[in-house]
Every structure is written in C-alpha cells, then in structure tokens.
C-alpha cells in the first residue's frame, strides 16, 4: 500500500522558517517523482516544487524559487521541502503526492493527509 506521511508543519512568524518532511513507504521509492503542492483556503491546490527521485532534478513554481528548496533522502525514503523567508501568502496546507513528471512538473497519484503551515504577520 502506498502511504505518504506529511511532517513539520506549523506557525511560525514571518521571516521564518520551516522544513517539511514528506515520509514515503510501499514502493520503489526511486521510481517516481515527489511532488509538494500547497491549497490556501479558497484557493486551488498548486504545485510548489517537484524532484525526480532517482536523479535529482529539481522543479520548482517560479513565485517561490529562491526560498524554497526541496530535496531527497533516498536511503530515508524522505523528500523535504526547506521554505526559508515565510510570507503570510506561504499560509496553506501542504501536500506531498508521489508524481509522475511531465512537462517539468509533478504529476500527482497518490496524497498524503497534508501539513498546516500558518504565517503570522
């Protein structure tokens, strides 16, 4: 069974910031991409940033480029997503989806239940 466990969300100020873990069991985890995506209340879900697991390459929405990083611990099974200067507009909750990649974006297939990240001005 595929599951996807979300980690590390929370409330931090402005100017702060969080790491996210996304924890991924019941496949080959190098198989397929990562992807995180983000949904603010009345907002539709987007796509923040994506990595192909068995290289390395990185995608990445052109708003948050710059402070947002993600990367994979392979021998963890864990892809993180580094958000450095929060924004309140970085306030949403948080995804991560095992991915196909196609046109340098993450594809999602299977969710994880999601992480709150609340940014207090």
């Known amino acids: 069974e595929v599951q996807l466990v979300e980690s590390g969300g929370g409330l931090v100020q402005a100017g702060g910031s969080l790491r996210l873990s996304c924890s991924a069991s019941g496949y080959r985890f190098d198989d397929y991409a990562i992807g995180w995506f983000r949904q603010a209340p009345g907002k539709e879900r987007e796509g923040v940033a994506c990595i192909s697991v068995r290289d390395g390459t990185t995608y990445y929405l052109e708003s948050v480029k710059g402070r947002f990083t993600i990367s994979s611990d392979n021998a963890k099974n864990t892809v993180y997503l580094q958000i450095d200067s929060l924004k309140p507009e970085d306030t949403a909750a948080y995804y991560c989806?095992?991915?196909?990649?196609?046109?340098?974006?993450?594809?999602?297939?299977?969710w994880g239940q999601g992480t709150q990240v609340t940014v207090s001005s």
């Open positions: 989806a095992r991915s196909w990649v196609f046109m340098r974006r993450c594809s999602p297939e299977y």
